[in-house]
């Protein structure tokens, strides 16, 4: 397969000899759609996770950034399902 900057081509086989390459789309758009739709469903998991990577994060830079973490997580859980859940 034979990758650019936001297209793939690949090769189409045809008998033994391998075809012209075709233009496939943008693969994202359906894995996007189903991120927020799994995001909008399960809003409490994904707080839960968020949270975790938050404290992560945290405990790998020795609470030096804690507070920028705090704002980053909690507008990350805002911005999916219906808002934040966690206390």
Sequence with gaps: MLSGPGVRLRG???GRSLGP?????PTMGGFMDKAKEFADEHDEQVDQGIEKAGDFADDKTGGKY???IDRGVDTAQERTGEGDTQP
């Excluded at 390459?21 to 789309?25: Q, Y």
């Design 12 to 14: 189409v086989s045809v």
């Design 66 to 68: 804690s507070e920028q």
């Design 21 to 25: 390459l075709t233009r496939e789309g």
